[in-house]
């Protein structure tokens, strides 16, 4: 959706590169503070979360 390397959500989610690379192939769920840490870069660089509301959770780019 942003085009976003690995290397460029983890810098700017400030999470080790290893952390994105085990969450994406489901190695691991990332701790609460990296999570967050994720959600807030995506959210910071335009993604918005859509709440599950019976059709299904999302996610879309903010409009600018």
Do not use: C, H
């Amino acid at each position: 959706m942003l085009g976003w390397s690995q290397t460029q959500l983890a810098e700017a989610a400030k999470v080790a590169r290893q952390t994105v690379v085990d969450f994406e192939r489901g190695a691991r769920t990332p701790y609460p503070n990296n999570l967050t840490a994720i959600r807030a870069a995506l959210e910071a660089a335009g993604v918005e979360f859509i709440a599950e509301d019976g059709s299904g959770a999302g996610v879309r780019l903010r409009k600018p």
